[in-house]
């Protein structure tokens, strides 16, 4: 009997961390798919794609507090963990190819920190950031 259990708990491991996948899919579908499509690819120039684009930003203090505060982001109905989750979902699942090989996940704490700073100026604020394309300095 007690092997059965064991089994079953193996088993079930699999299938929690699917479903928290989908949970964090599901999210950035109800949250960002309506902008940036559910590929991520957007619709440049007005709607940036979340494609092989932010890996550089996931890189530095300040390019993370940048994604956090982008003005979508920011106002997100998500709660600080849930934001977290998606935010490190679209890193990984969009960008993986331009992640910094040191990449660690946003966490909660980094999210409700940024979240308290307005960014008026999102565009400004990136373009003054930026030197060609390379990550926020």
């Known amino acids: 009997m007690r092997a059965a259990k064991l089994l079953l708990l193996a088993l079930a491991v699999p ?35 979340l494609r092989n684009t932010l890996g550089p930003l996931a890189g530095n203090s300040e390019g993370r507090d940048y994604l956090v505060r982008v003005p979508a982001v920011l106002q997100s109905r998500l709660s600080d963990e849930k934001l977290a989750e998606v935010l490190n979902w679209v890193l990984t699942e969009f960008n993986a190819e331009t992640l910094p090989g040191d990449f660690r996940p946003l966490t909660t704490a980094e999210v409700t920190a940024a979240r308290k700073q307005i960014l008026a100026d999102p565009i400004g604020y990136r373009q003054t950031r930026l030197s060609g394309d390379s990550p926020l300095e």
Do not use: F, K, M
């Open 15 to 49: 299938i929690a961390a699917t479903a928290a996948d989908d949970d964090v899919r599901a999210n950035y579908l109800l949250a960002c798919r309506g902008c940036h499509l559910a590929d991520g690819s957007g619709v440049p120039p007005e709607v940036p794609s």
